[in-house]
C-alpha cells in the first residue's frame, strides 16, 4: 500500500476546488457568449469540470478532507471568467496551448496516489484528457467537436 503524504492530500483537495472554480469559470463564460452553439459547447466544458469535481469527491470524504466552500469556489470562479476577455475562438485558441500542460500535474497526482484511489483520479484526469480533444478538434472544424466531452460526461472515460 502506498503511504498517504501530505502532498497529496493537499494536492487532491486543490485539484477538487479547482475544479469547482472551472465549473463556475466556464458557466460564466457561457453565460455572455450570445452563439447559442458557442454557448452550448462552452456549458459542457463546465459540464465536465462539475463531472471531474464530482468523481474525486470521494476521496476527500475518504481521507477527511475539507474543501473551501462551493460558494466561495464558485464566486471566485465567476470573478477570473469576469476578468477573462476575448472571443470564444480566442479562449479554444489559448486553451489549446495550455490545457496539454495540465496533464503533467494529473500525472503527478496519480503518482502519489495510493492504489485504491487510482480509479477516481483516473476519472479526474480522463476530465482533462477529453477536454484537450475537445480543442483539438474545435481547432479542425471537426463537426462533433464536443463527442469527447459527451463520450466523458456518460462515462468518465477519455
Known amino acids: 500500500m502506498t503511504e498517504v503524504t501530505q502532498e497529496y492530500l493537499d494536492t487532491l ?5 479547482e475544479e469547482v472554480e472551472g465549473e463556475a469559470y466556464f458557466g460564466a463564460l457561457a453565460e455572455r457568449l450570445d452563439d447559442p452553439e458557442e454557448k452550448r459547447k462552452m456549458q459542457m466544458m463546465a459540464d465536465v469540470e462539475t463531472y471531474a469535481a464530482a468523481s474525486v469527491k470521494p476521496l476527500l470524504d475518504k481521507h477527511g478532507l475539507t474543501a473551501r466552500a462551493a460558494a466561495d469556489l464558485h464566486a471566485s470562479g465567476r470573478a477570473s471568467a469576469a476578468k477573462a476577455t476575448g472571443s470564444f475562438a480566442h479562449f479554444m485558441a489559448e486553451w489549446r496551448k495550455s490545457f496539454p500542460d495540465y496533464m503533467d500535474d494529473f500525472e503527478a497526482l496519480e503518482a502519489m496516489t495510493p492504489p485504491e484511489d487510482l480509479p477516481l ?6 476530465h482533462e484528457i477529453a477536454a484537450i480533444e475537445f480543442l483539438e478538434r474545435e481547432a479542425k472544424g471537426a463537426a462533433n467537436s464536443t463527442a469527447p466531452m459527451q463520450h466523458y460526461l456518460e462515462t468518465g472515460e477519455a
Open 121 to 126: 483520479l483516473k476519472v479526474l484526469t480522463n
Open 13 to 17: 483537495k486543490l485539484y477538487y476546488e
